[in-house]
DNA sequence: GCCTATCCGATATGATTGTTTCATTCAACA
DNA sequence: TGTTGAATGAAACAATCATATCGGATAGGC
């Protein structure tokens, strides 16, 4: 029991989950579903807002192995207060300092970074994301991942989005094969690879529009590029962040699937069902 | 009074700090002391803890502007649970609202899902992922990627860092190979496949730890990991944001390199040395 | 000194809470 | 078909809450 105090209401949820019962799971979701907030809501709206009885609520936190309601609602605002301003600056262990320092250096390249977006660029690349009968992506390191990313989302909406090989491999095959119809989207954030800048001089050369997303210190690069976003990566940490360049594949997702119109929405929901069909999801 | 409904609990009090009686004021002081707190709160456990009778807590509270408690309670609620899922839902389609909107849903969920890390099992999964011997990873879809960033930033400064095929394909395979000296970690952002939670339930037969790095809309997953970490993922916009995620296992990595000390950035700087030699970047 | 005004907390009151009880429902199984 | 067991919500219940009331206390003006 004294072990048992010491753990959160949300793991207690999930460690019983499969065992409970209809009405009381309805409720563990909508608990589930207002994080560290349990304190701020009575048991009685609770159990309301889930639609369930009363008994339900009291059934269920005998389950979770408490006393009574109020005993749950400290607990849940004990811990709540772990990450307020007021717990930081009593612990005032530089640990805290470290995790809230790099909250704020996060939230700050990610600022930065949409400030300084070029609107009309953004504009006009999103444009030709719809537009482009092919779509290639690449980029190695960091960036490998984000090409991977975004290439999930856009395949979403839309076919015929590829990532390339990592480059140094066998890319130079493809490029003959690149068309001013298509879009090759490349990341390149710190540290890039050689020979970059080689292989966007010759996809220019083929007449293929490109977009680039790299960072402040890209040299020579934006050059070969028709649209070119800098993302911040450097904050005090050792290593970069790629933060605002997730960030900003996701608004392009987002962005051009919005301009899709019904097309791109039609190709999600075939996408949708077909999961579900596969049961693949849960 | 329209217009008052609007004011925050706490404008209102400075407003009128100057004319609160003494025991009003006391109150009032803890009111201020515990921000943002004050739904989680009863007005008896207020008073009481202002060392002031509850009649007090009515009289102040009418002079506040408010019909009577519950109603500064909700105010106080709803203006913290702002943004939260159950707001949201209640909001419903709020699909477009432009860059700034954009990025401002991205900051709060990066926000809310540090606010809500659990400091004592960051601190043992650091202590974790410098102890084990074999670290795995694993993912699918969105989570893939995460998974693989993750090892990348690890493998600069310790070896025998591995990314699991993906859950559905020969995972089983590897099952047998597990041991309580290893460390699995699992990134499981909706869409999760099923079948994770039996993969899960045998690794954790095997006695090895698991670090679960999920949403709030895991269900009976965490029951199977050790440390659990839930990042928020869902903004108004159709597709989730990992950013949150993306964050936390970087500072998951900038804090392992960190603690490991001196033989940590031995080998990061061999690593580093190594890229020269080959010229690798530019 | 007296009066008035204000502040304050103990007590009483009514409203609302969380808990328990209990009858009903439903599925599993003999 | 009948029986058992778990699950569920309505209603009764006790506990706790926030509010209203009231008398005591204090301070300032006259």
Excluded at 166 to 190: N, Q, S
Excluded at 233 to 260: K, M, N, W
Aim: glycine share 10%; hydrophobic share 40%; net charge neutral.
């Amino acid at each position: 029991m004294g072990e048992q105090r010491a753990r959160s209401i949300e793991t207690r949820i999930h460690d019983q989950y499969a065992e409970l019962p209809d009405s009381e799971r309805k409720l563990a979701d909508v608990i589930l579903g207002s994080p560290g907030d349990l304190s701020a809501y009575t048991a009685t709206e609770l159990t309301s807002l889930a639609g369930v009885s009363k008994a339900a609520g009291t059934r269920l936190f005998h389950r979770l192995g408490f006393a009574n309601y109020d005993e749950a609602r400290l607990l849940a605002r004990d811990t709540r207060s772990w990450g307020s301003p007021l717990y930081m600056e009593r612990k005032s262990g530089l640990q805290n300092l470290g995790i809230s320092g790099y909250l704020d250096e996060e939230i700050r390249v990610l600022k930065n970074s949409f400030a300084n977006l070029n609107l009309r660029d953004l504009d006009q690349a999103l444009g030709r994301i719809n537009a482009a009968r092919r779509i290639f992506m690449t980029g190695s390191r960091n960036s490998h991942f984000l090409a991977g990313y975004l290439r999930w989302q856009l395949i979403q909406f839309r076919g015929d989005v590829h990532t390339l090989p990592t480059i140094g491999e066998t890319l130079g095959e493809y490029l003959g094969d690149f068309t001013p119809d298509d879009l090759l989207i490349v990341f390149a954030l710190r540290r890039r690879v050689a020979g970059l800048d080689n292989i966007l001089k010759a996809v220019k050369g083929r007449g293929s529009p490109i977009l680039l997303i790299t960072d402040p210190t890209a040299r020579g690069l934006p050059g070969f590029a028709d649209w070119t976003f800098i993302t911040e990566v450097q904050t005090g940490a050792v290593f970069d962040s790629c933060g605002p360049a997730l960030s900003l594949a996701r608004y392009l997702a987002i962005e051009a699937l919005h301009r899709a119109g019904p097309r791109g929405r039609a190709h999600l929901e075939r996408v949708e069902r077909q999961h579900e069909v596969l049961n693949e999801f849960k």
